[in-house]
């Protein structure tokens, strides 16, 4: 039989319970098919893999473009490099607590130092730290009318996944002194009503902060 009469006369086995669900899976599956002069073939990402016609090389360049050794070796440099990630996030540790301090309170320091090794040790690498600095630091160091505006700017334009926008504004809320103010900015920018659950967080960070700057001003009064 000819290619094309072999892919009509194939029987689709997609359905069918094959000892797995990866492509090595499928391509081993095919494999042992062929053995037994079985024509099927798979369905396998948007790709029909066929018995008499494909050996693992032929399944992995079809499904990734890669041969399978290809695909195996630009596997574990991705391993490698996101390995690399982890470690330079770890590295990059006391240089985010330090960063942080200059736009908190101090009496915030020890939860900051929990939240920045959480975390750089987590998917997010450290980066929704990096990006709550940015803006606590926009937030402290700009005193024209427009710098919630560029805040939002910046947590919008962040560059990570949909959820650590709000993990990015939750942090500033919790830490930036300014983080009341720009939350509810932030809100109202999305037309998000706050919950009851929201007001009432916002009104003990409120109350923390008052009395955080309370202490200082009293500790510079002595």
């Known amino acids: 039989m000819n290619e094309e009469e072999i892919m009509k006369g194939a029987v689709d086995m997609t359905n069918s319970p094959w000892g797995g669900n990866t492509l090595e899976d499928a391509a081993k599956f095919l494999s042992g098919a062929k053995e037994l002069e079985l024509n ?4 396998f990402h948007g790709k029909n893999l066929y018995s008499m016609l494909d050996d693992i090389d032929s399944c992995y360049k079809k499904v990734t473009g890669y041969t399978y050794k290809e695909y195996k070796e630009a596997e574990k ?8 990630k982890k470690l330079d ?7 985010r607590i330090e960063k942080g301090k200059n736009y908190i309170y101090p009496q915030r ?9 959480k975390s750089s040790e987590s998917l997010y ?7 709550t600095v ?20 910046k947590l919008a334009n962040q560059g990570h996944s949909g959820p650590s926008y709000w993990l990015v504004l ?17 809100m109202e920018k999305k037309n998000e009503a706050l919950s009851e659950d ?16 309370a202490e200082l001003n009293a500790l510079e009064n002595e």
């Open 40 to 43: 099927i073939f798979i369905k």
């Open 170 to 186: 939750k942090n500033v809320l919790d830490f930036s002194k300014e983080g009341v103010n720009f939350y509810k900015y932030a």
């Open 77 to 84: 440099e991705e391993e490698r490099k996101y390995i690399q």
């Open 134 to 153: 940015e803006i606590m630091e926009i937030l402290a160091n700009n005193n024209n009318a427009n710098k919630f505006e560029m805040a939002i700017e």
């Open 89 to 95: 996030a770890l590295d990059k540790i006391p240089e």
């Open 198 to 213: 929201d007001i009432n967080y916002i009104y003990n960070i409120e109350s923390q902060n008052e009395e955080f700057e």
């Open 109 to 117: 320091e020890m939860d900051w130092t929990r939240i920045v090794i």
């Open 125 to 131: 690498l450290g980066y929704d730290i990096d990006a």
